[in-house]
């Protein structure tokens, strides 16, 4: 004997299957694209959308472009500087150590 379940075999939000109901997809190109390390991508676009210049590497993150022979160089990261390095490019040696000279009079003066 049979469920009264019309539904079953099927999960909720199962829709009809097929372009149909979705429309036509657009006509797709594959364009290639080289990182530094060697990797190569290959994204889909539209075939009326604009090509970027550059794609970023979804292996190691770097920038990526169209020429295998000529890929885009790394970004160039700078290095954490501390203060100190920061008060050294401002201030020379003469500069510090007449502050500190100027800083250790007054605490002996005022002592």
Known sequence: MASGNAIRGSRVGAGPMGEAERGETAPRIWISFYCCNGHETKPSFASEAQIPETWDCPRCGFPAGPDQDNPPAPPR????????AYVRERRSDEDGEAILAEALAKLRGEA
């Open 77 to 84: 990261t700078e290095p954490y500087k501390t203060h100190l």
